[in-house]
């Protein structure tokens, strides 16, 4: 031990030897004349926060042995076992990284699990390790509804209130989830993260959602210790913030006192189960051994502070009760509580050596499950109605409108849900009639908070929907993309695909808006979000591509739990037209065809020049091809309709097929799709000449200006001409 945990251990025995034994208890009795709790549920909530701490302790001494890679530990938390004993096994927790106590409880009340040995084959990073394989040291049990969370910015509030919405939605729509139609949502975090805007978003949205008279069955538990790694927070900050807020329901606790802190505890979850709304609790606790093993509280903390929150240990709180209770002796606490650091550490020195995960393939296997098979299945299966996929020529928006009505039809998990995309049917009415056809049930309007949005479908999906979110347009996602890359990506390789995030994003994006626009309404960058592990970005650039897209995202999500974003060109919704006024060139009927992720689309078969493009750049570059064509140069282009991951194989033989390539990149210079395009091509071994041209690196202006800096029909034009000229004079 260092001298700080040896000093705590120190304070712990001196204070269960100072006790006065009460008398003898029968443990089976009542511990108090005015407690329902008997002594051997206080024996049994202490050996879960014995067992918390223990594994404190042997992380820390497996990290300074370089055996072990995680340390941020429950010590001072243990307080929050008494959630374990308030809720039902049945209730699905989503949990701060210091509710050490609540897990090692939790499981406990699930035949056939072993928390010692499970969480030290986490801090190991062992592939034995039963929720994330080896990937991240996280609390998570399928058997005990624990749904593994990073939880460092409380990023997974927004997921506890979708479930909680979600978890009522399923038994309004007569759909069985994993979870009892009276279980509750527990969701804990710290008080340094119920600053977060993605905490005081969540809270607010389930808030709101309960004003509304929708059920909203979750309980915010706050484990407040007073400091966020060395920043401290205002005393009764907490209090101050949620303690009076209309329509949420607060409970304070002091979590160094279990039967104060069972009864109140207790007392909330009754509360949320009856009345199906969001309650608070304050849990006030108190850090020991620092932040993480790393940390050096003495550079930031005073030695009184520190030794003074020592006086808190709810561990030595728990043995005291023991002792005067006359539940145990403290001979018989101690030799208890020593026998359990000997299972911790003989566990501890069992798992040390396991092995670890040692290539990329095994890490990332449960990144982006692939089935084609199975997806191409699941997307063609007959419609509920025989004449659903109709052979008229449609717009773009009309054809997304009438996928999603005829998958609304066949499919009773889909939830169809945005900002203004029921009544009003979208700002482009891309979602029009939906709501009256299926119902607000199926079809409904959130607030106006990206967040919130996110964490609804995060929950939903959990629930077992295929949620369909619409963020009104691309540049608002990015307010809230840790709710896709920290959350919804992240679900499956934290849990090793126990747990799936299945969701469709469908998002207004990209530029070339006509008398409405602004960087807000015309945004061009689309990097963060292809860079996110195993999230499919699709860019149907036609009506017809736009249905099979869709289908197949949907598809890939219900049966791969895939994690899917539908970017759809705002331009290119009501287009028509593609060479001249009047043609009706870009309309396309949604014939119920599919496509397979990472699958192109050519048009034509050019031999001189292969133009490579996406949404808006695809009937650019048609107009390009047509005039390249009446100079007798004869171009193919290819539309990659998948933005991540790229269809290379496409790419690489049409590219071979002509030898030249020209990316047309709609997209920033900087940071944009043809970047990957050409190390894709480069890393495949294409020789020949490769040129792109793209939009400049600028937000997009108001106006006319707009023209000065988005790729046009004519600079693809020139620059395929250039790139011919070019070939025709290489010695």
Same mark, same amino acid.
């Given at each position: 031990m260092n001298e700080r945990e040896a000093e705590l251990d120190r304070r712990f025995r001196d204070a269960v030897v100072a006790a006065t034994p009460g008398p003898r208890h029968v443990g089976t009795g009542p511990l108090r004349p005015d407690s329902p709790y008997t002594g051997s549920t206080v024996l049994a909530l202490f050996e879960a926060q014995a067992t918390s701490r223990h594994l404190d302790l042997a992380a820390r001494r497996l990290t300074a042995a370089g055996r072990g890679y995680y340390s941020i530990g429950s010590s001072g938390h243990e307080g929050n076992v008494v959630l374990a004993a308030a809720t039902r096994p049945t209730d699905p927790a989503l949990l701060h990284y210091r509710s050490g106590a609540f897990f090692v409880r939790r499981c406990g009340q699930v035949p056939g699990?072993?928390?010692?040995?499970?969480?030290?084959?986490g801090v190991v990073a062992a592939i034995e390790d039963p929720i994330s394989g080896g990937?991240?040291?996280?609390?998570? /049990?399928?058997?005990?509804?624990?749904?593994?969370?990073? /939880?460092?910015? !409380? &990023?997974?509030? #927004?997921? !506890?209130?979708?479930?909680?919405f979600a978890l009522d939605r399923a038994a309004r729509l007569g759909r069985q989830t994993e979870w009892p139609a009276d279980a509750i949502v527990l969701c804990t975090f710290g008080d340094a993260s119920?600053?977060?805007?993605?905490?005081?978003?969540?809270?607010? &949205?389930?808030?709101?959602?309960?004003?509304?008279?929708? #059920?909203?069955?979750?309980?915010?538990?706050?484990?407040d210790n007073g400091i966020g790694i060395s920043v401290p927070t205002p005393p009764d900050w907490i209090a101050h913030a949620y303690g009076s807020r209309p329509g949420l329901r607060y409970f304070d606790a002091d979590g160094s006192d279990l039967l104060e802190a069972l009864t109140v505890a207790a007392e909330a979850a009754a509360w949320v189960r009856e009345h199906r709304a969001p309650a608070f609790l304050r849990l006030r606790t108190v850090r020991l051994l620092g932040h993480a093993g790393s940390d050096v509280e003495s550079a930031y903390r005073?030695?009184?502070?520190?030794?003074g929150e020592m006086g808190?240990?709810?561990?030595? !709180?728990?043995?005291?009760?023991?002792?005067?209770?006359g539940v145990a002796t403290?001979?018989?606490?101690?030799?208890?509580?020593?026998?359990?650091?000997?299972?911790?550490?003989?566990? !501890?020195?069992?798992? /040390?050596?396991a092995a670890k995960l040692d290539s990329a393939a095994a890490v990332t296997a449960p990144l982006a499950p692939h089935h084609p098979d199975r997806v191409r299945a699941d997307a063609t299966r007959s419609a509920a109605n025989p004449g659903a996929h109709e052979q008229v020529p449609m717009t773009l928006a009309q054809s997304v409108n009438h996928t999603l009505g005829e998958l609304l039809e066949r499919d009773g998990d889909l939830l169809v849900f945005g900002e203004d995309v029921g009544r009003k049917g979208g700002v482009y009415g891309v979602t029009k009639g939906l709501q009256k056809t299926f119902g607000r049930r199926r079809v409904f309007d959130t607030l106006l908070d990206e967040q919130s949005l996110l964490g609804t479908a995060l929950g939903a999906g959990l629930a077992g929907f295929v949620p369909i979110p619409e963020i009104q347009y691309l540049a608002y996602v990015h307010n809230a993309i840790d709710q896709i890359r920290g959350e919804a990506a992240t679900l499956q390789f934290f849990s090793g695909g126990r747990y799936r995030n299945p969701m469709v994003v469908r998002i207004a994006g990209f530029a070339y808006q006509k008398g409405f626009g602004g960087h807000f309404h015309n945004d061009n960058s689309v990097a963060a979000l292809r860079d996110i592990p195993g999230v499919v970005v699709a860019a149907p650039a036609r009506a017809d591509d736009a249905a099979a897209l869709l289908r197949t995202c949907v598809s890939a999500a219900r049966v791969d739990g895939r994690v899917c974003v539908f970017l759809e060109p705002i331009a290119l919704y009501h287009t028509r037209d593609l060479y001249a006024p009047g043609d009706d060139g870009w309309l396309a009927a949604p014939d119920g065809d599919t496509v397979d992720i990472g699958r192109a689309r050519v048009y034509g078969d050019g031999g001189d020049l292969t133009i490579v493009s996406f949404a808006n750049g695809v009937p650019m570059s048609l107009r390009a091809a047509r005039r390249l064509a009446d100079r007798g140069i004869d171009a193919r282009v290819v539309d990659l309709r998948w933005l991540a991951p790229l269809p290379v194989d496409d790419l690489l033989h049409h590219a071979r097929a002509t030898g030249r390539v020209l990316i047309?990149?709609?997209?920033r210079r900087s940071g944009g799709v043809s970047e990957s395009i050409t190390a894709a091509l480069l890393d495949a071994g294409f020789d020949g000449p490769i040129t792109r041209v793209t939009s400049a690196d600028s937000f997009v202006p108001l106006g006319p200006?707009?023209?000065?800096?988005?790729?046009?029909?004519p600079t693809i034009e020139a620059a395929a001409g250039k790139l011919l000229a070019e070939g025709d004079h290489t010695p």
């Open positions: 699990l072993d928390p010692i040995r499970d969480v030290l084959l990937r991240h040291k996280v609390f998570g /049990s399928h058997p005990a509804a624990v749904i593994p969370q990073t /939880s460092t910015i !409380a &990023s997974h509030l #927004p997921r !506890a209130v979708g479930l909680g119920a600053n977060h805007s993605t905490a005081t978003g969540a809270i607010n &949205s389930a808030v709101h959602t309960a004003y509304q008279k929708v #059920p909203m069955p979750v309980l915010f538990v706050c484990e005073r030695a009184t502070d520190i030794t808190r240990d709810p561990v030595a !709180a728990t043995a005291r009760l023991l002792v005067t209770a403290p001979e018989e606490v101690l030799a208890h509580y020593d026998a359990i650091g000997a299972q911790v550490a003989e566990t !501890a020195e069992k798992v /040390s050596g047309a990149d709609e997209t200006a707009t023209a000065t800096v988005l790729l046009d029909d």
